[in-house]
């Protein structure tokens, strides 16, 4: 199971979010659990901050709704600082994938993300018509887009669409960051 930073504050601004957004749509639980594929009881549960949601959960939730991902987590502040290794941060059940927020608009969202040596990561199919945009910032990755595979070195980047399978594997003894970008096409 994926997991979210267990800060409070984070699941209360998820829940808020979440809930803003149902009622904007005069959306019941009912209506949002089918939408998304997530049950009433566990989105109820977010919405009230009484349980910490998954990053998987999260992108369901995001995919479902036609939302992007970080528009879950509000910031009303005229400037943000995203110091690297502190705030909001994701991480897979093997804590080998971790990604923090940096940058959410509309339509695009731009992350760091960490890949633990010698390991893989295969994400949560994001939404349909979303590009993502891929560079290597520290060692090398090798990429997988339909089955083709693509290797990165320092400050390489790739683009790709993110609703088809990819995969990330980095195969040295070090980590790899990346700063990643989806561009949301609603």
């Known amino acids: 199971m994926d997991e979210i930073n267990d800060s ?20 019941s639980l009912d ?14 549960n977010i919405e009230r901050g009484e ?3 998954t990053l998987a959960i999260i992108w369901k939730i995001s995919k479902g709704i036609s939302l992007p991902l970080l528009a879950l987590f509000k910031s009303e502040d005229s400037a943000s600082l995203y110091r690297a290794g502190e705030g909001l941060r994701f991480s897979n059940d093997q804590k080998n994938w971790i990604i923090e927020p940096i940058f959410k608009s509309n339509d695009i969202e731009m992350c760091r993300a960490y890949l633990q040596p010698n390991s893989s990561y295969q994400p949560e199919g ?6 993502e945009i891929v560079t290597a910032m520290t060692g090398s990755i090798e990429i997988q ?9 320092q400050y390489d980047t790739i683009s790709f669409r993110a609703d088809c399978p990819h995969s990330y594997t980095n195969h040295t003894d ?13």
């Open 8 to 27: 409070k504050e984070i699941v209360l601004q998820i829940g808020v979010a979440l809930k803003k957004y149902r009622k904007e749509k005069n959306m």
């Open 145 to 153: 887009v339909n089955g083709e595979i693509y290797t990165l070195n």
């Open 126 to 131: 994001h939404h349909v018509n979303t590009t």
């Open 31 to 44: 209506d949002l659990s089918e939408l998304t594929g997530v049950s009433k009881l566990t989105l109820g």
């Open 51 to 53: 349980t910490n949601p």
């Open 174 to 186: 070090s980590e790899t960051v990346l700063h990643i970008s989806l561009k949301y096409d609603f």
